[in-house]
């Protein structure tokens, strides 16, 4: 419900909506549920609007942290505008596309999280809320290249490392 009223607030403008949470593992996993979810997706092929994700620096924890981190005389809004939301933020597919991919672990067992079946689960999800085909097909040349790289794992002629061929 919030999302929508955001999207309904920052779609009467074509606006966006920039989801910036803590930044420990909570905050960082209620993100990826969001984006799991499918509602960013759903909302904004209901409403005009973008939403984008932003991450903290890793010596901040939250947007108060931010805020309190400001030094007398400076504008915390506008500073956390310009270098939080404006210069930090991404469209919230490559955000999650990412942090997906970023959780490859090659020693995980088959269905854990970080192997690389839940890898390509998440991956597939995440292709299957693109509805545009030039981005889904663009999104999936990306998508391929970064797998060749992890699957050939740097060895002698792109040989699949046993880890993975068992997944």
Sequence with gaps: EQ???AAVLAGNKNGRVVLCLDNDKAGIAAVERVCKSKILATVSDQHPVEFRI????DDVK???????SVE???NPGDLFREQVIEGAS???KDWYQAQ???????TASKGEKGSLAYLMDGLVGLLSMVKHETDRDSRLHDIAQILSGLVSGGEKGGMIPESIKYQ
């Excluded at 932003?54 to 620096?57: D, E, F, K, Q, V």
């Excluded at 997906?100 to 090659?106: C, P």
Aim: glycine share 8%.
């Design 3 to 5: 999302v929508t009223a």
């Design 54 to 57: 932003t991450s903290l620096s």
């Design 62 to 68: 939250d947007p108060a942290d931010f805020v309190n």
């Design 72 to 74: 007398e005389g400076g």
């Design 90 to 92: 991404v469209e919230w």
């Design 100 to 106: 997906l991919i970023k959780q490859h672990n090659a």
